[in-house]
Structures are given as C-alpha cells and as structure tokens.
C-alpha cells in the first residue's frame, strides 16, 4: 500500500495561503474521500508525486497532454523560445502560425481570436453572438460546463457537478435570468424551447461530446438537429470544443460528426500544457471584434509565445499519418478491456468512447445525459479509485470526468492498467 506524507504535509501548508489549498476545485479529492495528491514531475504517459510514487496518467493535465509529459520537441522548442523572450504585448509571427493552423483544420473556423483560457474563450463567444444576433437569452445543456462564467454555471457539470454545487452562490440573478437549460441528447426538449423562445435565442453552446459529466457521446443525428434548429431560428451554434478540439480527432468533433457550427471554442490541446484558449467562426461574425468591430475582448498574455509555441509543435507531431487512428485503437483497446474486466467480476459497468476520450460509468444502465451520470454509484466509484491508486494507476478524481489516453501510452502501459482493473474490480 502506498502513502502520501509529504503530499498530506504540502496540502496542510498550502490550505493557510489557498482557499481549500488547491487553484482551482477539480484538484480536490473530496469526492475520492481523501486529500489531494502533490505531484512533481511527469515523463511520457507517467506522473510521480511528492513521495516518490509512480503512476500511468489518464488525468494529462485534464487532456492537453495527448502527446504525453515533458515531450522531447515541445519541451526543446519552449526552451529555444524562452531564451528570446517570453512576451512582448505587440503581435508576433508565432501567432498567425498558429491561428493559420486552427483555421485550416477546423471547419467552421474562418477567423480566430486566441486568449488565456477556455473560460475566456466562451466568455467572448457568447458576448460576440449576442452582438451579432442583437438578442440575449443564451442555451446551455444541463452537466456542459463551459468554464465559470456567470451565466454558465447553471447546471454545469466537471468540478461544479462534483462538488454538489451546479449553481454557484455570487452568479447574479440577472444573469441566470438570460440562461435556458435542456437536458443533453433531447432534441425533443430543445424543440419546445425554441418552439416558446427562438426569436429571443442569441446563441445555443453544447460540448459535442459532453466530457464534465465524464465522456458522453451525442446520439446518432442528435448535434444534426441542433443544428438544423439554431439555423431555423437564426441563433449562433457555437460548439465548445475547449476539450474535443484536436483531442477526439484533427479538427475536432464536428470533422468527427460532420456537423459545422457557426463559431468554436479551444483550448487544452492547442496550448500543449500551458494557459491557451480561442474562439473562432464566420469572418462575418468575427469582424465585430475590436479592433475592426465594437465588441470589446482583449488579455495582456492573449497569444503569448510560450503557449503559441507548445501548441504549435503539439499540433505538428499530431499532423502526422495515423496519429489518430493509433491513438484511438489505444483508446478502445483500454475502455474494452475495463468493461471486459468488470463484467468477468460481476461490477456493472458502462463504458463510453470517443477518439481518445474515455469513461468507465459505474453504472446498470446506459448514459446519455446528466441524470444517467448522476444515478452512478459514486461511492463504489471512489473505491475503485483509491484501488487503481494503490496500484499505480491515475485517473481523474471524480465520476463525472472524462479519461484520456496519450500518444506515450503503449501496449504496456494499457495491458498494465486492465490488469490493476481486474484486481480492483474483483475487490468490489
């Protein structure tokens, strides 16, 4: 069995200078029932924390390593960047590279705007649909979480989920008032909506793939008829693929379902491992920005070298052949043989996958939206957790988010994870 003194020593320090001694509530193992874990370096599909421990990643910084820790060419391209400088608040050639890259490979991107995250990412989004529409009442889906802007923490899900709170105290009631919610993957719901309040819609914002509820793939022609709606009714669809962008395939969820929206969200694996964010659509759309347009959106670090950097080598090493298709084989070869595994020990399970997104639902019945991910036995989750832990294996903290899997996981590195699996399970 392992143990974790020094990491129980740095989170005591750090709760007397940080509110619950983490930045941000996702880091938090309450729902695991224990503290958090200090880590201090990683290395391909691999992190090791405070104590020495080893464990095979499926965390990856929350999904922007998909080429895995520390990789050799981002890693040798941010220290030759670095030693030229770090910032300069003035344009630089990094980021038109970048954003020629982005606009190339994803669909509906004809203008992008890169900021610092994907919270600012769908922050400006939604006020750039609102001055394009003219209207103001926004649609989200109940457990998409598009970061902690006011107006989208109703009903959110990832750490908001987790912590039991998905409206947080502080968001004002003016700015729920503008918010609609539908369960994800009812089209029939959001019908009714926009049958009572389409003209009023400025802008509908869905995860193609839900991944703050843990991985929750779209039904078949379910993004279709979103789509064919907020066409009919003249509202922005905008898709926040903040977590699928470049993660489930080159260009994203909408190259996967063949669905294009009018403006996209980005983040994670854009940035390969460090602060990024961007939204992007229509030139028309995009125009209203300022400079050129009146919509105000601005960050002192928006497109800093560093960040452009690591994801401009990250999305390099992911243009090349096959990346995908092996990325995705890995994939499905680590959620089949979790549900083989929990199957052979009796533990009802549902697996879900999409491109190298995965979640293993402690689950009887399928899961399609947020009451299904809800009904799960979180608490025999937590035990499967801590089990994995012991044995050398990372996952997220939480039922409700999504796994992923790196170009560094090899067929040891999976056979490994099953095997710890089938220990735990026949515990359970």
Not at 74 to 85: H, I, K, P, T, Y
Not at 185 to 201: P, S
Request: net charge negative.
């Amino acid at each position: 069995m392992r143990n974790w003194e020094r990491s129980q020593e740095l989170f005591e320090e750090a709760k007397q200078y940080i509110p619950g001694g983490v930045n941000s509530p996702a880091r938090a193992f309450g729902s695991v029932a224990m503290d958090p874990i200090f880590m201090e370096r990683g290395r391909g599909a691999y992190v090791y924390d405070a104590d020495g421990n080893g464990y095979i990643d499926y965390v990856l910084s929350w999904g922007p390593l998909i080429l895995g820790h520390a990789h050799p060419d981002v890693v040798a391209a941010l220290q030759s960047r670095a030693r030229l400088g770090t910032g300069f608040g003035t344009p630089t050639e990094l980021e038109t590279e970048l954003a020629r890259v982005i606009a190339d490979a994803v669909p509906s991107i004809e203008q992008v705007r890169l900021v610092n995250s994907g919270t600012e990412a769908a922050m400006s989004a939604l006020r750039l649909a609102r001055a394009y529409t003219g209207r103001e009442i926004i649609v989200k889906f109940d457990g998409c979480y598009h970061g902690h802007v006011d107006s989208l923490l109703i009903k959110a899900g990832s750490g908001a989920l987790t912590h039991g709170e998905p409206t947080s105290p502080g968001v004002s009631s003016a700015a729920a008032a503008q918010t609609r919610t539908c369960p994800y993957n009812d089209l029939e719901a959001l019908k009714d909506l926009f049958a009572g309040e389409g003209e009023q819609v400025a802008a509908v914002i869905i995860e193609p793939v839900a991944g703050n509820m843990g991985c929750v793939p779209p039904r078949e022609g379910y993004l279709q008829g979103v789509r064919e709606l907020t066409e009919r009714y003249g509202s922005v669809l905008i898709f926040d693929e903040v977590m699928t962008g470049f993660r489930v395939a080159w260009g994203g969820a909408q190259t996967l379902f063949g669905v294009t929206p009018d403006m996209t969200c980005l983040g994670k694996v854009i940035g390969g491992g460090l602060p990024v964010g961007a939204f992007g659509g229509k030139r028309e759309i995009m125009q209203l920005l300022s400079p050129v347009g009146a919509v105000y959106q601005a960050g002192t670090l928006s497109g800093n070298p560093l960040a452009v950097t690591a994801g401009h080598e990250t999305l390099a090493s992911l243009s090349e052949p096959g990346v995908y298709e092996a990325l995705s084989a890995r994939t499905e070869q680590l959620s089949w043989g979790l549900l083989r595994a929990a199957e052979s020990a009796g533990v009802p399970v549902y697996a879900t996958r999409v491109g190298s997104m995965f979640t293993t639902f402690f689950s009887e019945h399928p899961v399609y939206d947020l009451a299904g991910a809800s009904a799960c036995n979180t608490d025999r989750f937590a035990r499967f957790f801590m089990g994995l832990l012991h044995r050398g294996v990372y996952i997220a903290p939480s039922q409700f988010e999504s796994g992923f899997v790196s170009t560094a996981h090899g067929e040891g590195e999976i056979e490994q994870t099953i095997a710890a699996a089938e220990e735990v399970f026949r515990e359970l």
